[in-house]
């Protein structure tokens, strides 16, 4: 079975790659600690309404110290739109805090390293060591668990779990690319409700398909 789902994963990864040559994070950030606060605002909302938001946010706190000494308050106002604003923006100080306060100010490029820090969890810090530091990143957000268990690759939705099936099979130089091209491919063509089966480019090879 797994050297079943390595031969599909090689296909797959040669066919997304060919219909999304260029793809990045699609959240939109200048230093790193923004990349991290934009992607605590990404849980359970889109990146096009974080996109939105993050511009006065990080014209208001323009570094990891001044986030660190933010009015917490201030923080749920600017963020509000996100969703979970409170739990949210106390994340946001609270993490800026301890990479003030632990590690030297600087955005930590270690996945264990990163969890420790208030509201980052593993999808988080792959996406960080993915993104920032070109590590092997497996980054399991709501689409890539979609995908994978419609394409076969995964059969859970725990994110944990999926991203250590996605180990066994995805090489770790086209971990991230193939992550993302899952993300742009669920957003436009496999969507959740409504999936446009028969303009898949991964109809041929898909178990899910329909049409």
Do not use: W
């Amino acid at each position: 079975m797994r050297r079943d789902r390595k031969k599909a994963s090689a296909e797959m990864i040669r066919l997304l790659a060919e219909e999304y040559p260029d793809v990045k994070c699609a959240l939109i950030y200048n230093q790193p600690h923004e990349l991290l606060i934009a992607t605590r605002l990404s849980a359970q909302c889109t990146d096009k309404r974080v996109n939105m938001v993050t511009p006065a946010l990080f014209e208001r706190f323009k570094s990891i110290d001044e986030f660190a000494e933010a009015d917490v308050h201030e923080v749920e106002d600017l963020v509000r739109t996100c969703g979970l604003f409170k739990t949210k923006a106390q994340d946001i100080v609270s993490m800026c805090v301890m990479l003030r306060d632990v590690y030297g100010g600087k955005v930590p490029d270690s996945i264990d390293v990163l969890t420790k820090l208030p509201g980052v969890g593993r999808k988080t810090a792959n996406l960080i060591v993915g993104d920032l530091y070109g590590q092997p990143a497996y980054v399991c957000d709501t689409h890539v668990i979609r995908l994978t268990n419609r394409l076969g690759l995964s059969d859970t939705k725990d994110a944990g779990k999926v991203e250590k099936q996605l180990r066994e099979v995805i090489p770790p130089e086209e971990s991230l690319k193939f992550c993302h091209r899952l993300v742009h491919h669920g957003r436009g063509v496999c969507s959740a409700q409504s999936p446009k089966c028969t303009e898949c480019v991964l109809n041929g090879i898909c178990r899910y398909k329909k049409g």
